[in-house]
C-alpha cells in the first residue's frame, strides 16, 4: 500500500463536501482497498463513510423498502421486514460472495462500482428502484451506464436505494467457482408497472431484456420464458463461457426464477 489520508467525517453533507474536493469514498472496501493494493486506484484521499449513521439501515416506507448505501449485505440478507416481504432481495444479498465479503461489502458500493458480473445491480433495475443521491434522486433505468460506469457525477454520494416492493420476485444465478460472482444472474420482477427482467453477468454491464419481459407479461410462467429465444451476438464470450453458453442461461435461469416467484 502507498500513503494516502484518511478523512471520517460523521455527516452526508461533510462527507459531500471531501468528495467534490477529490476525495474517493471508501465503504466496505470490498473491491476499492483490493484495487489500491493492486495499484489499479490511486487515491490521494480516502473519505470513509463508515461513521455516518445517518446511511445505514432499512426503513419501510409505504410499498417501499428504503435502504442506506452503507448497510451491509449480511444486514439486508438477514433484515425479518426484507425477508417476509420482498423475499428474493434478501435471498440475493445472502448469497452474495462468502461470509466477509457480506459482512463489510455495502448496497451502495456495489451500485456505484457497477461491476458487470454484480448481483445487486439486477434487483434494482429490475425493480424499477430509484437511487437517492446526495444531489438528486435517478431512476433505476437511467443509472446504470455500461461497464463500471454510472449516471454518478463528480462528487456525488448516493445516500439511499429506493425499492418498490414487487408482487412477485426471483433472483436465480450460476455461480462463477473461482470469484463466487454470477457467471449470470437474472432477477424477476412482476409488480404495478408489469414485469421487469433483468440480467447481470453476460454482457457490458446490467441490462433489461425485452423479449423476456413481453413473453412474461403475456403468461408470467416458466413455459413462456422457454420459447424466447435469446441473441448472444452482444453477449460475453470468455474463458469461463462462451457467448451462447451464456444465452442459454439467461433463458434457463428465467425460467427457474418464474418458477420460483410463483412458489
Ligand atoms: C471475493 C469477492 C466475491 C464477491 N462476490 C460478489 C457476488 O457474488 N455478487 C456481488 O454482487 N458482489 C460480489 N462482490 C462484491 C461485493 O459484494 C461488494 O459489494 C463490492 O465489492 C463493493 O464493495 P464495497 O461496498 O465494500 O465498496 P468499496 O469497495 O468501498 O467501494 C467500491 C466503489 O464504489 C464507490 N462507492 C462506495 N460507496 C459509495 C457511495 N455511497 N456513493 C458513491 N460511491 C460509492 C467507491 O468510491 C468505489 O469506487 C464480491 C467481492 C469480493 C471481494
Same mark, same amino acid.
Given at each position: 500500500?502507498?500513503?494516502?489520508?484518511?478523512?471520517?467525517?460523521?455527516?452526508?453533507?461533510? @462527507?459531500?463536501?471531501?468528495?467534490?474536493?477529490?476525495?474517493?469514498?471508501?465503504?466496505?472496501?470490498?473491491?476499492?482497498?483490493?484495487?489500491?493494493?493492486?495499484?489499479?486506484?490511486?487515491?490521494?484521499?480516502?473519505?470513509?463513510?463508515?461513521?455516518?449513521?445517518?446511511?445505514?439501515?432499512?426503513?419501510?416506507?409505504?410499498?417501499?423498502? /428504503?435502504?442506506?448505501?452503507?448497510?451491509?449485505?449480511?444486514?439486508?440478507?438477514?433484515?425479518?421486514?426484507?425477508?417476509?416481504?420482498?423475499?428474493?432481495?434478501?435471498?440475493?444479498?445472502?448469497?452474495?460472495?462468502? &461470509?466477509?465479503?457480506?459482512?463489510?461489502?455495502?448496497?451502495?458500493?456495489?451500485?456505484?462500482?457497477?461491476?458487470?458480473?454484480?448481483?445487486?445491480?439486477?434487483?434494482?433495475?429490475? !425493480?424499477?428502484?430509484?437511487?437517492?443521491?446526495?444531489?438528486?434522486?435517478?431512476?433505476?433505468?437511467?443509472?446504470?451506464?455500461?461497464?463500471?460506469?454510472?449516471?454518478?457525477?463528480?462528487?456525488?454520494?448516493?445516500?439511499?436505494? &429506493?425499492?418498490?416492493?414487487?408482487?412477485?420476485?426471483?433472483?436465480?444465478?450460476?455461480?462463477?467457482?473461482?470469484?463466487?460472482?454470477?457467471?449470470?444472474?437474472?432477477?424477476?420482477?412482476?409488480?404495478?408497472?408489469?414485469?421487469?427482467?433483468? /440480467?447481470?453477468?453476460?454482457?457490458?454491464?446490467?441490462?433489461?431484456?425485452?423479449?423476456?419481459?413481453?413473453?412474461?407479461?403475456?403468461?408470467?410462467?416458466?413455459?413462456?420464458?422457454?420459447?424466447?429465444?435469446?441473441? !448472444?451476438?452482444?453477449?460475453?464470450?470468455?474463458?469461463?463461457?462462451? @457467448?451462447?453458453? &451464456?444465452?442459454?442461461?439467461?433463458?434457463?435461469?428465467?425460467? &427457474?426464477?418464474?418458477?420460483?416467484?410463483?412458489?
Amino acid at each position: 500500500m502507498y500513503a494516502f489520508t484518511l478523512e471520517r467525517p460523521a455527516n452526508v453533507a461533510d @462527507a459531500a463536501k471531501l468528495v467534490a474536493a477529490g476525495g474517493k469514498v471508501l465503504a466496505g472496501g470490498q473491491t476499492l482497498l483490493a484495487s489500491m493494493k493492486l495499484r489499479l486506484s490511486a487515491p490521494e484521499q480516502l473519505v470513509d463513510l463508515g461513521g455516518i449513521k445517518e446511511l445505514v439501515g432499512i426503513k419501510k416506507e409505504g410499498n417501499a423498502f /428504503v435502504i442506506g448505501a452503507m448497510t451491509r449485505h449480511l444486514d439486508v440478507g438477514s433484515h425479518a421486514e426484507v425477508k417476509a416481504a420482498f423475499p428474493a432481495l434478501a435471498w440475493l444479498a445472502d448469497h452474495i460472495g462468502d &461470509r466477509q465479503v457480506r459482512a463489510m461489502g455495502t448496497i451502495g458500493g456495489s451500485i456505484a462500482n457497477n461491476d458487470p458480473a454484480a448481483c445487486y445491480p439486477s434487483a434494482v433495475l429490475a !425493480s424499477g428502484a430509484t437511487i437517492v443521491t446526495s444531489k438528486r434522486e435517478i431512476a433505476a433505468d437511467d443509472f446504470f451506464l455500461g461497464l463500471f460506469t454510472t449516471a454518478l457525477e463528480e462528487g456525488e454520494l448516493i445516500t439511499a436505494i &429506493r425499492f418498490p416492493i414487487p408482487k412477485r420476485a426471483a433472483y436465480e444465478k450460476l455461480r462463477q467457482k473461482a470469484s463466487n460472482f454470477p457467471l449470470v444472474g437474472v432477477f424477476v420482477t412482476q409488480g404495478d408497472s408489469g414485469v421487469r427482467v433483468a /440480467v447481470t453477468g453476460a454482457g457490458n454491464g446490467v441490462f433489461r431484456h425485452k423479449g423476456l419481459e413481453d413473453a412474461l407479461a403475456k403468461s408470467f410462467s416458466p413455459e413462456a420464458a422457454a420459447g424466447v429465444k435469446i441473441d !448472444s451476438s452482444d453477449l460475453n464470450s470468455d474463458l469461463h463461457a462462451s @457467448a451462447a453458453y &451464456r444465452a442459454n442461461l439467461i433463458n434457463v435461469l428465467t425460467q &427457474r426464477a418464474v418458477k420460483k416467484a410463483l412458489a
